[in-house]
């Protein structure tokens, strides 16, 4: 069960969203999608070529897709993706600007436009998606498991415990790749497709649906968001999701060197160490308050 693989003490709102970078960087500069509409960008030009005249990285990013893009308690765009574009900006000698998103529907366009270089938030690929952009090679794996209520977790442990549930009630991503991973495997589910990772998680608020199918590393965070979930990855059959970085087709050399970038950051230790403090925790300390006389001499508040 990945609910154990984060840290104990990396638990509950308060630690989530005051997690940091794990490295320097400079503050995430966030324009909106709708301020670009205007941008004078030359499709034709290389995207190196476009990136260095304009002196900045101009990354997609959906927000509040939790561990790869969050806003902190400090009001600082951070998570794994927000640190790895901030390194690639600094390798290609530029600043990072995040351009941000309701959601990916628009993405390709502003890839096709230049007005965006890429997209980093967690993205899954998926067919669909794969016939709209073209995908980086995989920088990471996700794993679909299940976030279910505690008293679940036995019932979902393995698929044929989950075939022996029948028509139960089961939210899940609406991408058919998702869908037709668990369809095939428990054909019997209800399965109740929900548009985005807000909807995802407002459903584990409001406690509308006992189960959600996702990958378990996004879930793993949220159970600690609503501590009555945990995350079942069901055996034996893992499934794995790979998660890449959607580029514009106008520029194979431009994904080349975004493939080369990743390899790279694979074999400097840069992924798995934001790995490990992003999405295993491992850096995640419970901060606390500023010494105050209330709390600290008279005790009238913990």
Known sequence: MFSTALKPAFAGEELVYSMRPLMLHEDARVIKSVDLRDANEKPGASVVDSIKKRGA??????SNRLPY??????RKLVGLDVEMAQVLGRD???KV????LEDLAGLSSLLA????DLGMSGIAVTPE???EMLFSEPYLDETLAFVVKDHLRDQFSTWAEIRGLGAFPVAIPNLPYYIDKVRMRAPALKLAPVDSVSQIEANLKQETFDAVAMAAESG???TLLYPKYTVVVPEPEIVKIPLAYPLSKRDQDWAQFVNTWIELKRRDGTIVALYDHWILGKHAVKREPRWSVIRNLLHWVD
Not at 113 to 116: A, D, E, F, K, Y
């Open 220 to 222: 793993s965070v949220l």
């Open 92 to 94: 290609l000698g530029v």
């Open 57 to 62: 990285l101009r990354v997609g990013v959906v």
């Open 69 to 74: 893009v969050l806003m902190n308690r400090e």
């Open 97 to 100: 600007e995040f351009v941000e």
């Open 129 to 131: 998606r794969a016939s």
């Open 113 to 116: 436009s230049g007005r965006v």
